[in-house]
């Protein structure tokens, strides 16, 4: 095992790494949210919005590339069996990924969504486990995935609740959404074997952030009003995507899926948090029920990480 293997395995490197992602993804909620005003995209301009998400995505593979390169010390170049890898990664992270979510979350509400969404977590496990056999389906596992989802129903469910109504086109493209993140993670495990991970997130993102753009501009979309502000605000939307998704292929190289996608459940906790502080919505941050769901979701995530003798269920 090399020095850099025996590093990135070390809890405290997988903790702080996780959460930096997910803190990243967060803030990503409520500065979506600011950009759509900044660049006047209104709520029911599909094509804009998506044209936006191709504009930011594109620039996060660019940064992505850049990025490796300079602590490769030369240009990162995709090998050519890794082509299809990352035309596969990019289908499913960027392009499904977004266009099944925005779907679904256009006909069913943002609660339901959120809660759908995070069974991801849930869904890469199990992928990992049960389809391409990376690892053991085992007690604390289940446990910890329970825990945490229990987590991110709380911090989701207001006084309103929500109704138990489905359809395909909300509720069901919300949970196809939710296996394309989850494959994606057990894809970037598997690739990133015999590939950079800042290749295979940086060209995918080229690629997904390319296509969704031209979807945008199909659908009609523009994005006017560049500003310092505005303009700083894509590029920083474009880091998140660019850091975030490289160290968590990184975190994901290394260790088990389940170690890392069970931090998954900080997403919606970090981005309450960042939406009290940019967008004022400090009543839902700092509920009770926020209080036991980030207790929740770090109880999830020590159960998954400790160490234990329970026995392999799967």
Not at 181 to 195: H, R, T, W
Not at 279 to 295: C, H, P, R, Y
Request: charged share 10%; hydrophobic share 55%.
């Amino acid at each position: 095992m090399s020095n850099k293997e025996t590093f990135m395995q070390k809890t405290v490197v997988v903790w702080l790494g996780a959460m930096l992602c997910c803190a990243l993804w967060g803030s990503a909620f409520p500065c979506i949210k600011l950009g759509y005003a900044m660049f006047e995209i209104s709520s029911d301009a599909v094509g804009s919005q998506i044209l936006f998400a191709g504009y930011r995505f594109t620039l996060a593979g660019v940064l992505a590339i850049l990025l490796g390169s300079l602590i490769s010390r030369k240009f990162l170049v995709p090998k050519k069996a890794s082509i299809s890898r990352i035309f596969t990664l990019s289908m499913l992270q960027t392009v499904g990924q977004y266009i099944l979510f925005y779907i679904g979350l256009a006909h069913t509400a943002g609660v339901k969504a959120s809660i759908i969404g995070g069974m991801n977590v849930f869904i890469a496990i199990l992928v990992a486990s049960l389809i391409f056999r990376q690892e053991k389906m085992t007690t604390p596992k289940i446990i910890g995935c329970l825990t945490g989802f229990i987590g991110v129903i709380l911090v989701n469910v207001s006084q309103t609740g929500f109704d138990l109504h489905v359809s395909l086109s909300g509720e069901g493209f919300i949970f196809l959404s939710a296996i394309a993140y989850g494959f994606s993670s057990v894809l970037i495990k598997q690739y990133s074997k015999d590939e950079n991970p800042f290749v295979l997130s940086g060209y995918q993102f080229v690629i997904g952030g390319m296509i969704l753009t031209i979807i945008g501009f199909l659908l009609g979309g523009k994005v006017t009003h560049f500003t310092a502000a505005s303009t700083l605000l894509l590029i920083y939307l474009a880091l998140i995507s660019a850091v975030a998704y490289s160290l968590w292929g990184i975190l994901l190289k290394y260790n088990p899926v389940s170690k890392v996608a069970i931090f998954g459940f900080m997403n919606p906790m970090f981005g309450v948090l960042f939406s009290s502080l940019l967008l004022n919505e400090k009543a839902q941050a700092f509920g009770w029920n926020s209080i036991m769901a980030l207790i929740l979701v770090c109880a999830g995530i020590f159960i998954v990480n400790k160490k234990s003798e329970l026995p392999v269920v799967l």
